[in-house]
């Protein structure tokens, strides 16, 4: 069974990135946030990144035709009305890493949408045994890791919560099958594979910054330039966004009682300080504007 409309709650980062690489692959979506001005930019984006998909695919030697930006942005409608997720096959939501504000969004999916209507969560640490309690169809809940950017990031980390069926996790793989993306599925646990190694790294390249020990640039070049690393672990924290990683790493901190995973203070400075990365023009190094 194939899919018409899949919803994307939260157009941030990630709900902009996954609601282009749906409409791409010919989905609708709905695509739903808070209020009309964060819509607005949400459009914006996913409009640039319809341009810049452009200009890689010809970086990388691809000589496909350019996507239609109007063609995929008529796919997406732009709504602050959850109850418009009635109407998709399958949900992806996408919103701030927070429990207690995610809590109350999955608690009206669940009265909206059907009682077939799969539910992923693209969430960074949260277990998704304890998002699938949220709703009344633990069964059809599981996570989707998706990383970012979305639409040039071919693999997915899924994840099996406690309650979670084989069927759910077969229609997730069939999404991803009709995004062009491979998965590789994991059991639950806070931060799954991915995040718990990278939000420990992080976070402690940022106490080698705090001490002095070394700047963000020379961090980043010794694991670009010995490791082979694409980008380093502070360019990855500024895409992913602070904020997003210290709600992470304050998740692994309490989901596991542990103090390897005490955040770092000066990367708490710098959330309090709106330095939050790429899509705030700063964070540990300088943007030209904020994406
Ligand atoms: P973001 O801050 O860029 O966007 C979050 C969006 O959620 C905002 O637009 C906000 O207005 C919206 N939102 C908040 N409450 C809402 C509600 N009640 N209803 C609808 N929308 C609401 O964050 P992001 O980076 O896109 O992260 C979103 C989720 O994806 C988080 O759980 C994060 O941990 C996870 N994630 C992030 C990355 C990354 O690289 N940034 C990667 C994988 C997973």
Redo the contacts with the bound molecule.
């Keep these: 069974m194939g899919f018409t409309t899949v919803g994307v709650?939260?157009?941030?980062?990630?709900?902009t990135g996954l609601a282009q690489a749906v409409a791409q692959a010919g989905i609708g979506v709905v695509l739903?946030?808070?209020?009309d001005d964060?819509l607005d930019r949400a459009r914006r984006r996913i409009d640039e990144g319809l341009r810049l998909h452009r200009l890689l695919a010809r970086s990388r030697g691809e000589d496909g035709p350019a996507p239609d930006r109007a063609e995929v942005q008529r796919r997406i409608e732009y709504t602050i009305d959850?109850g418009a997720l009635a109407r998709a096959d399958f949900v992806v939501e996408?919103?701030?890493?927070d429990v207690d504000?995610k809590r109350?969004?999955y608690e009206r999916m669940d009265e909206v949408c059907p009682p077939g209507t799969v539910f992923a969560a693209?969430?960074?640490?949260?277990p998704i045994t304890a998002i699938g309690a949220m709703t009344g169809r633990p069964d059809a809940v599981l996570g989707m890791?998706?990383?970012?950017p979305v639409p040039m990031r071919p693999m997915v980390e899924v994840i099996r919560g406690h309650h979670t069926s084989e069927a759910t996790v077969e229609r997730g793989r069939a999404l991803l099958d009709a995004l062009g993306k491979e998965a590789v599925v994991v059991a639950d646990s806070p931060g799954f594979v991915t995040n718990r190694v990278l939000m420990l790294t992080v976070n402690e390249a940022a106490f080698l910054v705090q001490e002095g020990v070394a700047d963000a640039a020379q961090v980043d070049r010794l694991f670009r330039e010995c490791f082979g690393h694409r980008m380093g672990p502070l360019e990855t924290a500024d895409?992913?966004?602070l904020?997003?990683i210290l709600?992470?790493v304050e998740g692994l901190h309490t989901a596991f009682a542990d103090s390897k995973y005490r955040p770092c203070p000066l990367l708490r400075r710098m959330v309090a300080a709106g330095l939050l990365g790429r899509?705030s023009g700063r964070g540990f190094h300088v943007y030209d504007h904020a994406k």
Excluded at 94 to 97: A, G, P, V
Excluded at 122 to 126: A, E, F, L, Y
């Design positions: 709650v939260g157009a941030g980062v990630m709900g739903v946030d808070t209020g964060v959850l996408n919103i701030t890493e504000l109350p969004v693209n969430t960074s640490v949260i890791h998706f990383m970012n895409l992913i966004g904020d997003t709600a992470s899509k």
